[in-house]
């Protein structure tokens, strides 16, 4: 398994500004991913964070929206850019190990205003 | 894209009474994660399956992949106030993404 920690884990937000989330793993991992999960519903992949190369979106998720860094094996970041009443969810960081079995981070709970 | 059905969408019981949820796909997956999630919390993984018929314990918790691959199911024992909280199904085919089913929320009168 993988201890995964976020930061910040809530926080209330202007609309039109941006919210950068921190993810730091206990240990090296290959691929981060970024979970998006809308109030009452299930968890919907936002990208795939690969260390040295860019970020791969799931349809509906753009790079300008949501950028993403990761410049290393054990921590990234995401973006909600620009933000709006409609991006108000919670945002999970997950890992994977050995190609099987996610882990997620504690989440974090954004709300705009 | 591709979608898991879960149900019941949410369940009412009391507590000591026993659970049972599951997971159905049109697409076949070659591993079935079962995650429970408690409010404010990211989701914790409960169990993993990886080949179909496998039946995996862990406590009062019990999973099946089912034989034809294309379904899974959760059964809990004997409920207790912690086990509150929504149960998720994650199914994954090969190396490609997980897809997540839309949840149970398990709801315990004392």
């Known amino acids: 398994s993988a201890v995964i920690s ?16 921190q993810c730091q793993v206990d240990s090296q991992v290959t691929m981060m991913f970024w979970y998006r999960q809308q109030p009452g519903q299930s968890l919907t992949l936002i990208a795939t964070a690969n260390q040295g190369s860019e970020a791969t979106y799931e349809s509906g998720f753009v ?32 890992v994977e190990t050995g190609a099987t079995e996610a882990f997620f981070g504690q989440g974090t709970r954004l709300t705009v205003v | 894209g591709q979608q898991l059905n879960q149900s019941p969408q949410s369940m009412f019981i009391q507590e000591g009474e026993d ?17 429970k999630q408690d409010p404010g919390e990211g989701p914790v993984l409960l169990i993993a399956l990886y080949k179909a018929g496998e039946l995996t314990s862990n406590g009062r918790l019990t999973a099946q992949f089912g034989i034809t691959r294309k379904d899974s199911f959760l059964n809990i024992s004997a409920s207790i106030p912690s086990d509150v909280g929504i149960y998720f199904c994650a199914g994954r085919q090969g190396a490609q993404k997980l897809v997540f089913g839309q949840g149970t929320r398990l709801t315990i009168n004392p």
Do not use: A, H
């Open chain 2, 19 to 35: 659970v049972s949820m599951n997971c159905t796909s049109s697409s076949i997956f070659n591993t079935w994660l079962w995650y």
């Open chain 1, 6 to 21: 976020q930061k910040p884990s809530r926080d209330i937000c202007q609309r039109g500004t941006s919210l950068t989330i």
């Open chain 1, 63 to 94: 790079i300008d929206k949501f950028p993403i860094s990761r410049p290393n094996l054990t921590f990234s970041t995401l973006t909600v850019s620009n933000m709006s009443p409609e991006d108000s969810s919670i945002y999970l960081c997950s």
